[in-house]
């Protein structure tokens, strides 16, 4: 079991030599334990991702040089696949089928910005006109410089990839620290980087905590670029950090998305993908569909098939065979989605279905799937992210009423539509004030398209090839290309 920090290209202990443990969320065993890394470890790495941009070339190959290296990592993800994925379970949580898919993407988000950095070399610069015919113009990418990325625990090695893929396409070296509950299939992900050649301080992967390790990432005046997934308040902190220091920012802070389903929809088909939408993940997602809204016509049909199927997920351990909800990551997840649960029914909620520990389970943070009905729509369980196997469901009389109510929320991750008239589904896509927008489906997530939110639930966007813009600084540059004399000073 890895447990030190990678940085400059080796596995290094802590300076001060701290220690956190890794918990099985199933079992609650403690399994291991990992470094945590202090501020004098994350000076060591920022000034080594610093000489690998600043001195060693790594952002001076060619997006073909590089894009093997990518290629590699992508291969090495791949060829362990069935190893990571069992770590992201016993550290995470997750069904091993959800994991397995996990490790899937995140190979496959090394394979694509492996794409868009050789598409870099095709397509380096773009001549802008001018007016002034005596002057030529173009713009040109570069690298950022060092990149600060702090992810969560709920994808973790999609997470890593999501922000390490893109940033070393682009050219920028990077320091990442992952969740502490989560921190192992990024160590894995260090040392397949590593096997794949990658050169020293191009990445480097500290554990710790986030008010120590990942404190000294933002606030270190070496970091050029913060990114970060996770909650809203630690997404201000680290903006209040960047704007500190001018540094370029992104965040991509979760939501309370909605899911309306008219009432010309298919009953079944529109359970399947609201199931999907809250309880893929133990509904740990960022963009779960965690309010629905069903048109009164079909409410109660719906509201009863959605129950009875709930009712029918397999829990457990997540390495078992047919398992379709895990346990939640940590005890403190699990007593904070518990006290949102009994909130909710104080403010006036009834629970449909769920809400307690399942029988059975003395060991491991588990709880039942759970539905909410005559939900308050000022309280907070229709109102703040509950980050849990939790929907509530609310009934709405028309297109008008379900396109206010889903807007009506501070955030704007995600929202879905389902409805048999397509030309009704495009108008409340366009209606909703939300990055993602799904119609007739909810979740599904493509490295092509772009990721993020409206809002407060974020700022710029992942994936696609506004990730990788993410990384790029924009240059102009420009030539006095005319023979006559400029004739200002010297006439
Ligand atoms: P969090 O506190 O925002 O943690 C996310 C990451 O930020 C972790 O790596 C964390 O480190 C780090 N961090 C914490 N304080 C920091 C600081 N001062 N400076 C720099 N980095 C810092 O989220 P959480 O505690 O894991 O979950 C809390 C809630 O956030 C959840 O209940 C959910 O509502 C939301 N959430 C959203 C997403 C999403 O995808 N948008 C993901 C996870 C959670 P540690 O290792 O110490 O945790
Ligand atoms: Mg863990």
Request: charged fraction near 25%; glycine fraction near 10%.
């Amino acid at each position: 079991m890895r447990n030190e920090l990678y940085i400059d290209g080796k596995w290094v202990a802590p300076v001060k030599g701290g220690t956190c443990e890794v918990i099985n969320p199933a079992t609650e065993e403690v399994m291991q334990t990992i470094a945590s890394a202090t501020a004098e470890d994350v000076d060591i790495a920022v000034k080594a991702a610093r000489r690998a941009f600043d001195k060693d070339g790594w952002p001076k190959l060619s997006g073909a040089q590089r894009a093997k290296y990518l290629r590699a990592i992508a291969d090495g993800i791949r060829s362990r696949q069935a190893e990571i994925a069992r770590l992201e379970v016993i550290d995470n949580g997750k069904p091993f089928p959800e994991a397995d898919w996990d490790v899937a993407d995140a190979a496959g988000c090394f394979d694509y910005y492996a794409g868009l950095a050789e598409l870099m070399d095709t397509n380096p610069e773009e001549t802008i006109a001018l007016a002034d015919g005596r002057f030529t113009s173009k713009a040109v990418k570069e690298p950022i410089g060092v990149a600060g990325a702090i992810i969560p625990w709920n994808y973790p090695l999609l997470m890593a990839s999501w922000k390490v893929a893109p940033a070393l396409a682009a050219g920028c070296t990077i320091v990442l620290k992952p969740a502490e509950l989560t921190s192992l299939t990024a160590l894995e992900l260090a040392a397949i980087a590593d096997e794949a050649g990658l050169p020293p301080g191009v990445l480097n992967i500290l554990t710790g905590s986030g008010s120590v390790a990942g404190q000294a990432i933002i606030d270190h005046k070496g970091v050029d670029k913060l990114a970060f997934t996770g909650s809203g308040p630690v997404g201000s902190k680290i903006m209040a950090a960047a704007a500190r220091d001018i540094k370029r920012v992104s965040l991509e802070l979760g939501g309370k998305s909605p899911f309306v389903v008219f009432d010309d929809a298919d009953i079944e088909r529109a359970v399947e993908w609201i199931m999907f939408g809250i309880f893929w993940n133990q509904g740990q997602v960022c963009s779960a569909t965690s309010r629905v809204l069903v048109q009164d016509g079909i409410y109660e049909r719906l509201l009863a098939r959605l129950v009875e199927e709930t009712d029918k997920i397999k829990i457990g351990n997540g390495l078992e065979e047919g398992v379709l909800l895990g346990p939640l990551v940590s005890k403190r997840q699990h007593d904070q989605v518990v006290a949102a649960i009994a909130a909710a029914k104080d403010a006036g909620a009834t629970i449909a279905c769920g809400g307690e520990r399942p029988e059975g389970f003395d060991k491991g943070y588990y709880l039942q799937p759970t539905i909410l009905t005559g939900v308050p729509l000022d309280s907070a369980a229709w109102t703040e992210e509950i980050f849990g196997p939790v929907v509530c469901v609310h009934p709405f009389e028309t297109e008008e009423d379900a396109i206010a109510l889903a807007n009506d929320s501070r955030f704007g991750l995600a929202a879905a539509v389902m409805s048999k008239d397509d030309i009704r589904a495009e108008r409340v896509a366009a209606a909703f004030r939300a990055g993602i927008v799904w119609i007739n489906c909810s979740q599904p997530t493509f490295t092509e398209a772009p990721w993020g939110g409206y809002k407060e639930s974020g700022i710029g966007r992942e994936l696609g090839r506004w990730g990788l813009e993410n990384y790029l600084e924009t240059k102009q540059i420009t030539k006095y290309a005319s023979e006559d004399p400029w004739g200002w000073y010297i006439k």
